[in-house]
């Protein structure tokens, strides 16, 4: 991967936490590694294969001074999302805030503090089948392409399928979508968790009626399992209702213990059930 390097930007901020930093502001300087392939630009020469580090500088620089933070932890942090979130060539990016003028009392040249981030890419299950389906699923797209962490890449069509385990309840609206994430997965099912909460979800009846069910089905090529969320779903090939809408936007993604392309276990699965 490429990098391109922004080196000790000056910026003038108001983080820290005494209220004299508040106040009064001081230099701080940003440093940016941004993980991105140059070829394109290399081999034609055009501004528009690639970042424009003088408009970076001026964004970066924007959103630094956009908020008071207590920590450069935080700055640092902030700053990560947004240009993750700003530009899409940027697949990883490392962000350091040095802080020359820190008050503790002794002659440093600067403290400072370096973050790491980078997208991560899973797929998530989406289904409903109480009020109105399709727009509970458009407002958790919504919801998540919206957040600091989360980016929808692609969106499935949506399928109606009948209900499975508890057979008492309406058919369900179902689907999958592509979403970049900078969240681990434990962290990314925590706020899966938080969406259906704020779409109304109440879980009474093991799988039973739902305003909106949320499932982490790949993260990357992981395989892990704790006590909040096992990757890759470990029913994941065994429902039709999954594959099916998965095949739509990534047909040949593998499964990372079955080995097996998405479209290949779709073809197998139809052969004995049918949405």
């Known amino acids: 991967m490429d990098v391109m390097y922004i080196n000790d930007l000056e910026v003038y901020g108001y983080h820290g936490v005494s209220r004299g930093e508040k106040d009064l502001g001081q230099k701080f300087l940003i ?20 970042v424009d580090y003088s408009a ?14 207590n920590l450069i932890e935080k700055a640092a942090e902030a700053l990560s999302q947004f240009i993750l979130k700003k530009y899409d060539r940027v697949k990883r990016v490392k962000v350091k805030v040095k802080k020359p003028w820190a008050p ?30 399709r727009k509970n699923i458009k407002s958790a797209v919504d919801i998540l392409d919206e957040s600091a962490f989360n980016k929808v890449v692609k969106v499935s069509k949506l399928y109606n399928t009948q209900p499975v385990g508890y ?37 009474k009846i093991k799988w039973g009626p739902r305003t909106l069910d949320l499932d982490v089905i790949l993260y990357d090529n992981l395989v892990t399992e704790n006590g909040k969320v096992v990757i890759p779903h470990p029913r994941m090939h065994k429902r039709l209702f999954v594959l099916k809408p998965l095949c739509d936007i990534a047909p040949f993604a593998v499964h990372p213990i079955l080995k097996k392309r998405i479209v290949d276990l779709t073809l197998e699965l139809e052969k004995t059930e049918k949405l």
Not at 56 to 69: I, P
Not at 194 to 201: A, G, P, T
Request: hydrophobic letters at 35%.
């Open 104 to 133: 503790i009392g002794k002659s440093l040249k600067w403290a400072a503090v370096e973050v790491d981030r980078c997208w991560h890419r899973a797929y998530i299950a989406v289904g409903s089948n109480m009020g109105d389906r």
């Open 167 to 203: 057979l008492n309840q309406e058919d369900f609206l179902n689907g999958a979508l592509e979403l970049k994430t900078l969240l681990s997965p434990e962290k990314l099912m925590d706020f899966l968790l938080d969406v259906e909460k704020k779409l109304k979800r109440e879980r």
């Open 31 to 50: 440093s940016l590694k941004l993980y991105l392939d140059l070829s394109k630009a290399g081999k034609n020469d055009d501004l528009n294969d690639t």
């Open 56 to 69: 970076l500088c001026k964004e970066v620089e924007e959103e630094f001074k956009r908020e008071k933070y």
